[in-house]
């Protein structure tokens, strides 16, 4: 076995290797570009290697400077995780000629299955089952359109080179079959540098069935079954389990010899995906072969008990698989979801930015029947709270993984899980996951490829106003605040028992009365508070009701008339981003102080809404800001006031530091225009 690895990669999938390797003993080196200094997986390896700027290109793609690491610090092999170099023939070259052990296959089968076309053909001389269609060399598109034609539409036309969902397109009818093949070949030149393409019958409602296969230098080869990804959205995986639902004992037997047959045509090594599409009658047919770990690996290894990685470290140090086919078992079910920093009510436009709060649900383990279970809970994550998804890499927050004694618990659990977790800073498809898994198709197993688009009124709802709940819980988190920043004060105060610095709310002769506001998209909030001796009313949607809440092990509990409900709220820029009963509701505070000096910012100068003093400053002359940011923060009236940029806009100049006094309408800093 190796001492030590060097991992070509970042995020989870590089976490997910060091943690194999440190369970074995196995020294790890991780490589970071500038954008990563700080990230989660340089933390988690023994060493670490700067390998150029933050684009891909400049680091985490530089074959030679890549090799050059792992050769200064003695690394014996290289793990290339998935995506970057994963499926690079030329890296898994360069690795060979410079000594060290590429954690993959062989380079020949890398350059077999790299071309979706020629793989078509090998498999074809394996007799794997393939979708009609034509993935030959010719290209003329008079050609083209005759095989289309002989097919019968609708027919899918995919780049050769292809991957990730691009350059594929559907042809309905012959007559747009010219322009689908002129607008796919550019998309295949510019995004693959090849504009060669193949046409394929396009099955439809289909499922995505893959199967997992391993192979050793001692000529074994093994399946550890199948992987169901049929719920995808353009082409690309949102939720995987394993096994498929429907699976029988004998089509499981023959998809996996075929995916086997697959492996040796190629003389394959290591770790490698068999992908298939499926047709409802259970037909199959090979799509390509992934050369590589897969992101949804993880369900494979709940439902078998193995550490994938594991077995990938032991097969690239030459030694036999640990298993043979027959002493390989599975047992329950798997859920695999990718949580990812995008936007779904925006066309899942990825959304970049502080993670101001991560907070996950708990891990799980238990024991079943006395022998050891896998754990019901896992997350593979790249990032923690505190860290950044930047707009150089795939926005994936983390992947969420429940195992369930059958599909029904594995399904709660994941349910579960969803509603337990709190993003705050990125927009997140947490939201979106929940619904989908609660959505009566997946729960059924009603599954094809299709299923998001199918259900995008249930998936997609019009977004409703926030319940008194989430309002109520977004007024305890004000009040708390302000109580924490008024006893600070009270601390620091001269005179700390004057009945005036008290922060209790008692007020002389008078019941306490006020209005708090809080915006939630273009929709004002508008509740109100009254305390008087005899308790608290809260006035929300019209409705007056007594009102009580308790800060307790960081969840808010309220009672609101006979409801009694608990949430968490997270403050981010003045955002209360309120997560109760498993949905989120962020909403705006309204501070009527701070929103006097915010309205100007428009006209690129921001005034003091008040008279006090600076206590912070948050931005640099030069910096670009994006609208709500914290720019400076000021005392006054023995509160704090945050200063937030009105709008995105670059800072010219800070007018005032810390400590300065300011009077009421001073400028303090100025936009540029
Ligand atoms: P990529 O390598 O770009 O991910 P694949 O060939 O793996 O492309 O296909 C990705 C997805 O496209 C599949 O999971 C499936 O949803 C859909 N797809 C591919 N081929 C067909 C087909 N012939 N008919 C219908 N859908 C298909």
Redesign the pocket.
């Known amino acids: 076995m190796f001492d030590k690895i060097l991992i070509a990669n970042r995020g989870e999938i590089a976490c997910r290797v060091a943690a194999t390797a440190a369970r074995l003993g196995i020294r790890t080196v991780a490589v970071y570009s500038d954008a990563d200094a700080h990230a989660k997986h340089v933390a988690v390896c023994d060493e670490a290697v700067h390998v150029g700027g933050a684009a891909a290109r400049d680091s985490y793609l530089r074959v030679e400077k890549i090799i050059e690491a792992a050769l200064a610090t003695g690394a014996q092999a290289i793990h290339p995780g998935y995506g970057f170099l994963s499926e690079n023939e030329a890296f898994a070259a360069a690795c060979k000629r410079a000594g060290l052990v590429f954690i993959g296959p062989p380079v020949e089968a890398i350059h077999a299955m790299g071309s979706?076309s020629a793989a078509k053909s090998l498999m074809e001389d394996a007799a794997v089952p393939l979708?009609p269609g034509y993935h030959g060399e010719r290209q003329e598109p008079d050609f083209l359109q005759a095989r289309a034609d002989e097919i019968g539409y609708p027919v899918?036309l995919?780049a050769s080179a292809?991957?990730?969902?691009?350059g594929?397109r559907v042809v309905e009818r012959s007559e747009d079959f010219r322009a689908s093949l002129a607008s796919c070949q550019r998309e295949a030149a510019s995004s693959f540098g090849d504009d060669r393409v193949l046409v394929?019958?396009?099955?439809t409602r289909?499922r995505?069935i893959e199967i997992q296969v391993f192979a050793d230098t001692h000529g074994h080869c093994v399946y550890l079954f199948e992987r169901d990804?049929s719920v995808?959205r353009r082409?690309q995986k949102v939720l995987e389990e394993a096994p498929a639902p429907g699976m029988t004992e004998a089509r499981r037997r023959a998809m996996g010899e075929a995916a086997c047959n697959a492996a040796r045509a190629v003389g394959y090594v290591g770790a490698g995906t068999v992908?298939f599409?499926v047709n409802q009658d259970g037909s199959f047919y090979f799509?390509?072969m992934n050369t590589r770990l897969q992101v949804e690996h993880p369900v494979t290894e709940m439902i078998t008990g193995l550490d994938l990685v594991e077995w990938q470290l032991r097969v690239a140090a030459g030694e036999p698989l640990p298993l043979a086919q027959d002493a390989l078992r599975m047992r329950g079910h798997a859920l695999e979801a990718r949580i990812y920093a995008e936007n779904p009510d925006n066309n899942f436009l990825p959304s970049t930015g502080t993670l101001t709060a991560l907070r996950t649900p708990t891990a799980v383990n238990f024991q079943v029947g006395g022998s050891s279970a896998p754990a019901a809970v896992r997350i593979d994550a790249g990032v923690r709270e505190g860290d950044t998804i930047s707009p150089f890499y795939d926005p994936m927050i983390a992947k969420l993984i429940v195992w369930g004694q059958d599909r029904d618990e594995a399904l709660a659990r994941m349910r579960q899980a969803l509603a337990q977790y709190r993003v705050v800073g990125v927009a997140t498809n947490i939201a979106f996951l929940g619904r989908l898994v609660a959505s009566v198709p997946f729960a059924a197993a009603d599954l094809d490829?299709g299923l998001i688009e199918r259900h995008r009124d249930t998936l997609f709802p019009a977004k409703t106003p926030a319940p008194a709940t989430a309002l109520a819980l977004a007024v305890a988190a004000q009040l708390a605040r302000e109580t924490v920043s008024a006893r600070r004060k009270y601390q620091d105060s001269a005179d700390q028992h004057s009945p005036w610095q008290a922060a209790t709310g008692w007020r002389l002769n008078a019941d306490y009365c006020r209005t708090l506001s809080f915006d939630q998209g273009d929709v004002r909030h508008d509740v109100v508070l009254s305390s008087g001796a005899t308790g608290s009313t809260l006035t929300v949607g019209g409705e007056t009701l007594p009102f009580a809440y308790r800060h307790d092990t960081g969840a808010y509990k309220i009672t609101l008339g006979d409801r009694r409900a608990q949430g968490h709220v997270h403050f981010a820029h003045d955002t209360a981003h309120v997560f109760v009963d498993g949905q989120e509701w962020p909403l705006a505070w309204h501070d009527p102080l701070a929103q006097a000096g915010a309205a100007e910012g428009g006209e690129g100068r921001l005034t003091a809404p008040m008279p006090g003093k600076v206590i912070a400053v948050l931005a640099q002359a030069g910096a670009k800001v994006e609208k709500g940011a914290p720019l400076l923060v000021m005392e006054a009236m023995k509160m704090e006031h945050t200063i937030n940029a009105p709008a995105d806009g670059e800072i010219e100049e800070i007018l005032f530091a810390v400590g300065d006094q300011v009077p009421e309408g001073a400028q303090l800093l100025a936009f540029k225009r």
Request: hydrophobic content about 25%.
């Open positions: 979706k979708v899918l995919k292809g991957g990730g969902g691009k594929m394929e019958k396009y099955l289909p995505h990804c995808q082409h992908e599409i799509m390509e490829t």
